[in-house]
């Protein structure tokens, strides 16, 4: 069946930013280094970029050329090699030469984005997601990730200052970007609405604010990663709690009271603790797939995904009732939160709205030779009033191909199969994807969890202190909504089977902790299972 543009429209700044599909995160990076660059804004249109700027040989033998390089062209096979591996991301990689493109620069420096081909280096509006938490959330976290990404840069030449100690592939990055034109706004701006879920933006930008107190302690390229894993998480984890908030709003007619003023920060114990919508996961740490706790972790992520299309359903819900204030100036066309309360006392003209629509879809799919389908006239035919019967009627038509491309983007966002992942998954169709937080993301959560702060004169100033394992494991739960030991209903009872997994699912997580070194149980005793900074942190003396 063909629909208007205006009838199955999904992607809405007001209501979801992404246009879901199989994003890279790096590219989302980039996009939003641009996004940084410009305040918000949409870059101007650049001038033509001279021949051949999208190859990596152009840009090995700008570098060979700059005096202070020395061993370039005697040894070009070798440093195209570590370009094409370190420095840039190429697209068609392995499908020879002349096939081989940059998309852009590794997100290694806010500079990157100056070299950056955009037909190649999309990422589906998902860096607009993000700028607008940022934006949203807590704007001063804005101010400190530009800072930290601009460092090693002289504001006056736009070359590198000779001062701030850089890595060397960083160092690459701002030799590479020398000469060429800075990056303007153009006044139009890319996140132009909230969040729906401004609690989870809020908790993006104080997980940020505490990534950012060990810029100088981390290197530069771990602390690219660790923010790439932040900003592909709460993506993915703001993408599930819109698909129960959206449905909750739509069931009871009206935008929850909690979120109209939501209660919650990540400064918080409990961050969610007073949200309606709060969402968990039950997460294996082991390795065995065919384990209970393993089969919990793949019910629950079966769950999470088959939400989906309850989700394109919502989306839908919402687009249409903004669509109808849209055109009828009502003061609700700009606000999902408000727009949902047509639900409950829908205008005159409401129904008949969209049954104009529906007369019209039926016409254009029954011109000529053409007939319905049994099951698209079944929804015609159903016994519903018309805002309902069109919006199964869209949800019926488009739900596979949105559900489809969601799915891909999560499983990109949570880095699924990685050292960074929150899922993994096997070949097998017995070895479904479940919820498992790999080595890499386990670290950032430490790095996250062992800082606390205090406010003096209006700033965060923060310190690093141990932290028990089953304060860690509860810490998780309560911000991330990774239950690593404990049912996903407080109310469901606990046979010695799920306790065995519990404790083994626990061991596990002991097991990657000692690998990466920030646990030594010397001890049994309770207080002596204790997870110790790596780097202490102290600001208040710093400052």
């Given at each position: 069946m063909k629909l208007k543009q205006e009838d199955?429209?999904?992607?809405?700044?007001?209501?979801?930013?992404?246009?879901?599909?199989?994003?890279?995160?790096?590219?989302?990076?980039?996009?939003?280094?641009?996004?940084?660059?410009?305040?918000?804004?949409?870059?101007?249109?650049?001038?033509?970029?001279?021949?051949n700027f999208d190859k990596v040989n152009f840009h090995q033998k700008k570098l060979a050329a700059?005096?202070?390089?020395?061993?370039?062209?005697?040894?070009?096979?070798?440093?195209?090699?570590?370009?094409?591996?370190?420095?840039?991301?190429?697209v068609n990689r392995g499908k020879g030469e002349e096939a081989e493109v940059i998309a852009s620069l590794k997100p290694l420096h806010i500079d990157a984005s100056k070299i950056r081909i955009a037909k190649r280096c999309r990422d589906y509006f998902v860096s607009d997601h993000l700028y607008a938490c940022l934006e949203y959330g807590e704007r001063k976290t804005i101010h400190a990730l530009k800072a930290f990404l601009d460092q090693g840069r002289d504001p006056g030449t736009g070359k590198y200052d000779?001062?701030?100690?850089?890595?060397?592939?960083?160092?690459?990055?701002?030799?590479?970007?020398?000469?060429?034109?800075?990056?303007?706004?153009?006044?139009?701006?890319?996140?132009?609405?909230?969040?729906?879920?401004?609690?989870?933006?809020?908790?993006?930008?104080?997980?940020?604010?505490?990534?950012?107190?060990?810029?100088?302690?981390?290197?530069?390229?771990?602390?690219?990663?660790?923010?790439?894993?932040?900003?592909?998480?709460?993506?993915?984890?703001?993408?599930?709690?819109?698909?129960?908030?959206?449905?909750?709003?739509?069931?009871?007619?009206?935008?929850?009271?909690?979120?109209?003023?939501?209660p919650v920060y990540g400064n918080t114990t409990e961050p969610f603790e007073k949200c309606p919508y709060d969402q968990k996961f039950a997460v294996d740490m082991g390795n065995d797939f065919r384990s209970k706790m393993a089969r919990l972790a793949q019910e629950s992520a079966e769950a999470e995904y088959g939400r989906l299309t309850e989700l394109v359903r919502s989306v839908f819900v919402i687009n249409q009732l903004l669509r109808y204030a849209s055109v009828k100036r009502l003061s609700t066309q700009d606000s999902p939160a408000e727009a949902v309360s047509l639900l409950s006392d829908p205008p005159p003209s409401f129904e008949g709205f969209f049954e104009a629509f529906l007369d019209q879809i039926r016409m254009d799919n029954t011109r000529g030779d053409q007939e319905l389908k049994p099951d698209e006239a079944a929804i015609f035919d159903l016994d519903l009033p018309a805002f309902e019967k069109f919006i199964e009627l869209a949800t019926h038509v488009r739900h596979a191909?949105?559900?489809?491309?969601?799915?891909?983007?999560?499983?990109?966002?949570?880095?699924?199969?990685?050292?960074?992942?929150?899922?993994?998954?096997?070949?097998?169709?017995?070895?479904?994807?479940?919820?498992?937080?790999?080595?890499?993301?386990?670290?950032?959560?430490?790095?996250?969890?062992?800082?606390?702060?205090?406010?003096?004169e209006g700033r965060k100033l923060f310190y690093s202190e141990p932290i028990l394992i089953d304060d860690f494991v509860q810490?998780?739960?309560?911000?991330?909504?990774?239950?690593?030991?404990?049912?996903?209903?407080?109310?469901?009872?606990?046979?010695?089977?799920?306790?065995?997994?519990?404790?083994?699912?626990?061991?596990?997580?002991?097991?990657?902790?000692?690998?990466?070194?920030?646990?030594?149980?010397?001890?049994?005793?309770?207080?002596?299972?204790?997870?110790?900074?790596?780097?202490?942190i102290d600001q208040s003396v710093e400052s």
């Open positions: 199955q429209e999904f992607r809405n700044p007001k209501v979801f930013y992404p246009d879901p599909k199989n994003v890279e995160l790096d590219r989302v990076l980039v996009n939003l280094f641009v996004l940084l660059r410009c305040d918000g804004s949409r870059p101007t249109t650049k001038a033509r970029a001279p021949a700059l005096p202070s390089n020395k061993g370039f062209d005697e040894h070009s096979s070798i440093t195209q090699a570590w370009l094409e591996s370190d420095v840039f991301d190429v000779g001062q701030t100690s850089l890595d060397l592939e960083t160092l690459t990055v701002l030799k590479l970007v020398e000469g060429l034109p800075e990056i303007h706004s153009s006044g139009n701006k890319a996140a132009a609405y909230p969040p729906v879920c401004i609690g989870q933006a809020r908790i993006l930008c104080d997980d940020v604010q505490r990534l950012l107190v060990y810029k100088d302690v981390v290197p530069r390229a771990v602390m690219i990663e660790y923010l790439k894993a932040i900003l592909g998480l709460h993506t993915g984890l703001y993408t599930l709690r819109l698909s129960r908030q959206l449905a909750g709003w739509i069931n009871d007619k009206q935008a929850h009271e909690a979120c109209l003023d939501c191909h949105h559900r489809r491309y969601l799915t891909q983007m999560l499983d990109k966002v949570f880095q699924k199969n990685t050292e960074y992942s929150a899922l993994i998954q096997g070949k097998s169709t017995s070895n479904p994807r479940r919820w498992h937080l790999g080595t890499r993301l386990i670290e950032v959560f430490v790095q996250l969890a062992v800082l606390k702060w205090k406010e003096e810490w998780v739960e309560k911000r991330y909504g990774f239950v690593l030991a404990g049912k996903l209903d407080s109310d469901e009872s606990v046979s010695l089977a799920d306790y065995t997994a519990y404790r083994e699912n626990i061991q596990h997580l002991k097991k990657q902790l000692r690998e990466i070194g920030f646990f030594d149980d010397l001890s049994d005793a309770f207080n002596a299972q204790t997870i110790r900074p790596r780097y202490t």
